[in-house]
């Protein structure tokens, strides 16, 4: 897992370069302390801290909505993750628990895989002289508003239990956050809600917490990557696709509201594809 580490500086300014140098020196007493933690279900709370910083995208520079919070993780954070992360992905594949729909943070899955199951859709459709409507949904700020106690559930009904359960859900409790702007910090900030950005176990917790979307509707067809969702349907009466597409639409839109996920109406948007 050390040698996989990306080369920066974490949280507490440790170096990669460091770390890979004498990782033959402290992998024993790491492997005993990370065994330590899952047996006992419990992440250490000295490296769940995050060190945020804001860097400016465009527009005015006094709006802070034009900044993206970029978070700084502690090294020896990432190297326990990437650990949990391979034991996961593993359990995840030979008990085929992910979507065929879900694109996103998916190994030999991409957006071009997800634009072909699109534009194939399509093309099927109106092969078939048929109407497809389509929904793109956004979400706002979704890995900021995850719930942990809905998390826990789903990650109860794929199968994690246990100390290693107790172990996931340490890790997303009572996160430390600070915000450095030019050598400045602040005051340090808990955190007991979504998933921590730049962690390498967030985005693969985010993917299970919306795997089960696709049971809220029998006849849409869907495309997940990340936080955007797409919704499909196709039949041969427009009136009958617009009807059709709106009260599906609002079962995803219950889901959502249900798991405490909102979406970015500015963001989401319809098309309609017809050779009629």
Avoid at 33 to 60: A, H, M, R, W
Avoid at 123 to 131: D, M
Avoid at 228 to 257: G, H, P, Q
Wanted: hydrophobic share 40%; net charge positive.
């Amino acid at each position: 897992a050390i040698k996989n580490l990306k080369s920066c500086n974490g949280v507490y300014a440790t170096s990669t370069l460091v770390l890979n140098a004498i990782k033959l020196d402290i992998s024993e007493s790491l492997s005993y302390i990370f065994n330590l933690c899952i047996n006992q279900g419990y992440f250490p709370s000295e490296i769940k801290v995050g060190c945020i910083t804001p860097i400016f995208k465009k527009g005015d520079q006094h709006c802070i909505e034009n900044y993206r919070p970029v978070c700084s993780l502690s090294q020896f954070s990432k190297i326990y993750e990437r650990i949990i992360y391979d034991r996961m992905v593993d359990y995840i594949s030979k008990n085929n628990i992910f979507t065929d729909s879900q694109y996103g943070f998916r190994k030999n899955k991409s957006t071009e895989s997800a634009l072909i199951d699109f534009t194939d859709f399509i093309y099927n459709g109106l092969t078939q002289k048929l109407s497809i409507g389509a929904v793109f949904m956004d979400l706002s700020k979704a890995f900021d508003v995850i719930s942990h106690s809905i998390l826990q559930t789903k990650l109860e009904h794929y199968g994690f239990r246990g100390p290693f359960l107790q172990f996931l859900m340490s890790f997303l409790k009572d996160r430390k956050y600070f915000v450095s702007v030019n050598g400045q910090k602040s005051d340090i900030k808990i955190s007991n809600i979504g998933v921590p950005q730049g962690s390498t176990l967030g985005p693969l917790l985010f993917l299970l917490y919306v795997n089960d979307i696709i049971n809220c509707s029998d006849i849409l067809k869907f495309i997940l990557f990340a936080d955007d969702t797409t919704i499909m349907y196709k039949c041969n009466n427009i009136r009958e696709l617009n009807n059709t597409l709106e009260i599906e639409a609002n079962k995803v839109i219950e889901w959502f509201s249900a798991n405490k996920l909102v979406i970015n109406l500015t963001k989401t948007h319809t098309m309609l594809f017809s050779n009629k």
